[in-house]
């Protein structure tokens, strides 16, 4: 079940990634000024993201007790 679940996924992966990679490129025009504040705005979301997975997984590692 597995194994059918994760190439259905993996065949989604260029529908998925490939049209936003096109539109970007189509249109870099118009975001290449903002292009390090969109650098900046990934980069803080994709650490944010880390935090808190490693936040919520650590908690349910102990299985939800109060730390301190």
């Known amino acids: ?9 993996i065949g ?3 529908l998925l ?3 936003p990679a096109v539109g970007i ?3 870099f025009d118009l975001l290449a000024p903002q292009i390090l ?3 900046a705005i990934v980069a803080a979301s994709t ?7 490693g ?3 650590q908690f349910l ?3 939800g007790e109060k730390h301190g």
Do not use: N, Q
């Open 17 to 19: 990634f490939v049209a």
């Open 47 to 53: 650490f944010l993201t880390f935090a808190v997975a």
């Open 61 to 63: 590692r102990k299985g």
């Open 1 to 9: 079940a597995i194994d059918k679940t994760a190439d259905f996924l």
């Open 25 to 27: 490129l189509e249109h």
């Open 37 to 39: 504040s969109f650098i």
């Open 55 to 57: 936040v919520v997984t």
């Open 12 to 14: 989604l992966l260029p």
